[in-house]
């Protein structure tokens, strides 16, 4: 049974680019959580989404971030426009249910913008 | 808002040593969950706490949460090679009773030499 599946694993984007962030959760995963580890900083929550649904948004930033988990395919943290600060590695979760007491963790996106 | 202060910020131990990893929270913890985060790679769910006072170990790893359910405490009994990495704890910030929004402290990254 595969893992929460991330790609790219490095991606490389120049000032004023679309970075375009794709998540798989785990076969039976039909909640998905993206989090933000920026340069000395703790993981923060981002997104939590259901099939078709954002739950919670509350740690998004409200400008040229969006995600989004499809009926069919993968979750996508979508990022336009982007600038130096939002270099950072971005993780997605999964988990089976709501209730889940724990979170199954991809590798991660590591987002450079130069 | 919720913060998570993890204490040391790094750790260098020899193998065989015992170590101990401390976790404190601003305000009451609902859920305390513990993740290993090897470098360049996702996080691994290690325990989930929940009760003032509660412990749980695997393997060589044991938490603790104390009665006042504002610290936790992470050992290390005996550490190998492959206990390296960074260890976070993370705090269910809302009680909402599951992982679904997670607050993460900074992490502690820990070297284990030969």
């Known amino acids: 049974n595969a893992g929460v599946m991330q790609n790219p694993r490095h991606l490389v984007r120049r000032r004023g680019q679309e970075a375009r962030l794709r998540c798989s959760p785990m076969?039976?995963?039909?909640?998905v959580y993206w989090y933000r580890q920026l340069p000395e900083e703790g993981l923060k929550f981002m997104v939590y989404l259901q099939k078709e649904n954002i739950i919670d948004e509350s740690g998004m930033p409200k400008e040229r971030f969006s995600a989004e988990f499809p009926k069919e395919g993968p979750s996508i943290l979508r990022i336009q426009q982007v600038v130096r600060g939002d270099s950072a590695a971005y993780f997605c979760?999964?988990?089976?249910?709501?209730?889940?007491?724990?979170?199954?963790f991809g590798s991660g996106t590591q987002l450079s913008v130069l | 808002s919720q913060e998570l202060e993890q204490s040391p910020q790094s750790l260098i131990v020899q193998e065989g040593k015992n170590l101990t990893i401390n976790c404190t929270s601003s305000k009451t913890l609902y859920g305390l969950y513990w993740y290993k985060q090897k470098y360049g790679e996702g996080l691994i769910f290690l325990m989930m706490?929940?009760?003032?006072?509660e412990e749980k170990s695997h393997e060589k790893i044991t938490a603790k949460l104390d009665e006042k359910k504002q610290q936790s405490s992470l050992h290390i009994t005996a550490s190998q090679p492959s206990h390296a990495g960074i260890y976070l704890c993370?705090?269910?910030?809302?009680?909402?009773?599951?992982?679904?929004?997670?607050?993460f402290g900074t992490g502690t990254r820990l070297q284990v030499t030969l």
């Open positions: 979760a999964s988990s089976p249910t709501r209730s889940n007491e724990k979170l199954f």
């Open positions: 993370g705090a269910d910030a809302i009680n909402t009773g599951t992982a679904s929004k997670l607050t």
């Open positions: 076969k039976g995963h039909s909640h």
């Open positions: 706490l929940q009760k003032g006072g």
